[in-house]
């Protein structure tokens, strides 16, 4: 049931869940695991009797927008090329975006073509870049101290009542790194024993 929208999330008479979809398709689950954003888990607890604890403790969680740009113009780079890393940031008032330049991480495309390469934080730039490739919206969780408690709230509520969550936010920092290793504590709190699984908590 992949790339199915959930609509709403209820528990049972018998035990478990029942999850319906927003195309009419539904099924019933033993435990409920949210791979998604801290909001929109939010808003699907909501509805669910018995989660007080970690609607406060998501609630807790403080997130912002961000919007990102993959460009081939090095607008927020200095000019001379031997000037220039691969994270270069900039200070504009009260916030500090950064300008990834992909030439010595990216092992795809050509030395030439990952040269031209950059991917920006642009939500509060006052110059937008010119030669755009690709623009996404995202939100992320902004580590302020609230945030750092409601954080160690939620991750010991973990499987409380069959409920689990995974994903970057729930950690002091969000990265891939951090999702992954959220979802790889879901699978070991679930008892799922796999050779990938295995192989990841050998890597520690």
Same mark, same amino acid.
């Given at each position: 049931?992949t790339?199915?929208?959930?609509?709403?999330?209820?528990?049972?008479?018998r035990?478990?869940?029942?999850?319906?979809?927003?195309?009419?398709?539904?099924?019933?689950?033993?435990?409920?695991?949210?791979?998604?954003?801290?909001?929109?888990?939010?808003?699907?607890?909501?509805?669910?009797?018995?989660?007080?604890?970690?609607?406060?403790?998501?609630?807790?969680?403080?997130?912002?927008?961000?919007?990102?740009?993959?460009?081939?113009?090095?607008?927020?780079?200095p000019?001379?090329?031997w000037?220039?890393?691969?994270l270069?940031?900039?200070?504009?008032?009260?916030?500090?975006? !950064?300008?990834?330049?992909?030439?010595? &991480?990216?092992? #795809?495309?050509?030395? +030439? /073509? *990952?040269?031209?390469?950059?991917k920006?934080?642009?939500?509060?730039?006052?110059?937008?870049?010119?030669?755009?490739?690709?623009?996404?919206?995202?939100?992320h969780?902004?580590?302020?101290?609230?945030?750092?408690?409601?954080?160690?709230?939620?991750?010991?509520?973990?499987?409380?009542?069959?409920?689990?969550?995974?994903?970057?936010?729930?950690?002091?920092?969000?990265?891939?790194?951090? !999702?992954?290793?959220?979802?790889?504590? &879901?699978?070991? #709190?679930?008892?799922? +024993? /796999? *050779?990938?699984?295995?192989?990841?908590?050998?890597?520690?």
């Open positions: 049931m790339g199915a929208a959930v609509k709403h999330v209820s528990r049972t008479l035990g478990g869940f029942h999850i319906r979809c927003v195309d009419g398709r539904h099924l019933h689950v033993d435990d409920l695991v949210f791979a998604a954003s801290g909001p929109a888990t939010l808003r699907l607890l909501r509805g669910l009797r018995g989660t007080a604890a970690q609607r406060a403790a998501l609630a807790g969680i403080e997130f912002h927008d961000a919007r990102l740009m993959l460009h081939t113009d090095p607008l927020y780079a000019p001379m090329p000037h220039r890393s691969f270069n940031c900039e200070i504009q008032g009260d916030r500090c975006e !950064a300008s990834m330049w992909m030439a010595d &991480v990216l092992s #795809g495309p050509p030395p +030439a /073509t *990952a040269a031209r390469l950059w920006s934080w642009v939500t509060h730039r006052r110059l937008q870049p010119a030669q755009i490739l690709h623009e996404a919206a995202y939100t969780m902004l580590p302020t101290p609230s945030t750092l408690q409601a954080q160690d709230a939620l991750r010991s509520l973990q499987g409380h009542d069959g409920i689990w969550f995974a994903g970057g936010y729930i950690h002091p920092y969000d990265s891939q790194e951090t !999702a992954l290793r959220s979802a790889l504590g &879901v699978a070991i #709190g679930l008892k799922v +024993a /796999t *050779a990938r699984s295995r192989a990841l908590q050998r890597q520690g």
